[in-house]
């Protein structure tokens, strides 16, 4: 396969085929608001919702954000219940991605719902175990019991501020109050799973290149005797550097804490060209690979491809997957109301008229044997 067409040409190569991993899946939250805009999503000519062109690819899981009080139509519970109905009738396993907020959680912006602002520590402890267990328990009552939680999102700089925010320069870093509140949410998830079902549990960082502030945080947690399954890591490489950073890092994680380990946000532009949005990433050198993996439908499958046989490389078996971010966010919804498009209508796996791109069948591909 080589670049050609409306979006640009390469010389790139996508390889036919390479290793398939356990968990091959992409966080599909913002459909029913690209659905409510009139966006209709095909593969090879043939309209279908999206959960099923990606099953069709080979992809076995959908994530699932879900926000406490958000504006209307955004990530609350019920449009997440209603994807994991659609997303299991189609074969498919629940990640659910709690962000403990009303909107956006990473490491700039880790917001306490206002219900929550005036609650202290003991209250607030609570409240995120009743809040947690409550949700696991809808999901599997509704007979789409959730297989993965992450407890927050991006928590680099912790969460639920300021209460569960990490800071140097707070009294003992803040880690007393992050650890409260982690403990309370990884003890409230399997409160509420069901008995004799598997629900692995995932700490979420953005701590790509970083050694010493991941080993920080990984040990706090691990000395306090917090229990997780997964170390999940997002991954975008015009922000976090190149893919040889990401090899490293999970080399590094996966073998110091002996656990399995995932990218459970990632993507990659296949045009610079923008569609009604102020595009976020827009410029070539903003590509820490590019050379390799130019911004072009075919460089998008390279990168897919790439990631694939990265993830492949970690010892010992403990690279389990990855999950493609939002690849079916068209333009016509925003990340906020009232917005047109996001910044990164650029990053989806399908063209601007909705037709899946290469990247679909080389990144989920399922194992050939």
């Not at 090879?44 to 999206?50: A, V």
């Not at 990606?54 to 955004?74: E, S, T």
């Not at 328990?137 to 789409?144: E, K």
Request: aromatic content about 10%.
């Amino acid at each position: 396969m080589t670049g050609c067409g409306l979006y640009g040409s390469d010389k790139v190569t996508v390889p036919s085929s390479s290793a398939a991993p356990a968990i091959r899946g992409a966080d599909i939250s913002t459909t029913l608001l690209d659905e409510a805009a009139g966006n209709v999503l095909s593969a090879d000519g043939k309209e279908q919702p999206i959960e099923r062109i990606l099953v069709g690819a080979g992809a076995n899981y959908v994530r699932l954000h879900l926000w406490i009080d958000p504006p209307p139509g955004y990530f609350d519970e019920e449009t997440a219940l209603t994807l994991a109905r659609r997303a299991t009738a189609a074969g498919m396993k629940i990640f659910l991605d709690l962000h403990y907020s009303d909107t956006w959680a990473d490491p700039t912006l880790q917001q306490t719902p206002p219900v929550w602002r005036d609650l202290d520590l003991k209250e607030l402890s609570d409240r995120v175990f009743d809040y947690t267990r409550k949700v696991v328990t809808d999901f599997a009552r509704q007979g789409t019991p959730a297989d993965m939680i992450q407890i927050g999102n991006e928590l680099s700089s912790g969460f639920l501020w300021p209460l569960g925010k990490l800071d140097a320069t707070a009294p003992g870093g803040g880690w007393l109050g992050f650890l409260t509140l982690l403990r309370s949410g990884v003890a409230g998830a399997q409160a509420g799973n069901p008995t004799g079902h598997r629900l692995s549990t995932a700490i979420h960082t953005a701590r790509i290149g970083e050694p010493d502030a991941a080993h920080e945080f990984f040990d706090q947690i691990s000395a306090a005797g917090i229990p997780f399954d997964v170390i999940a890591l997002s991954y975008y490489p015009f922000w976090a550097g190149s893919m040889s950073q990401l090899r490293d890092t999970m080399i590094d994680l996966s073998s110091k804490y002996r656990k399995e380990i995932m990218v459970t946000e990632t993507a990659y532009p296949w045009t610079l060209r923008g569609d009604r949005a102020n595009l976020a990433l827009k410029h070539r050198n903003q590509l820490p690979d590019a050379d390799r993996f130019p911004p072009s439908p075919t460089g998008q499958a390279a990168y897919f491809a790439a990631l694939r046989d990265l993830i492949a490389q970690v010892p010992e078996g403990r690279g389990v997957g990855f999950f493609a971010f939002e690849p079916g966010w068209l333009p016509g919804v925003g990340a906020h109301p009232g917005q047109d498009a996001a910044p990164y209508t650029n990053l989806t796996m399908f063209d601007y008229d909705g037709e899946a791109l290469p990247s679909i069948k080389v990144a989920f591909a399922p194992p050939t044997n």
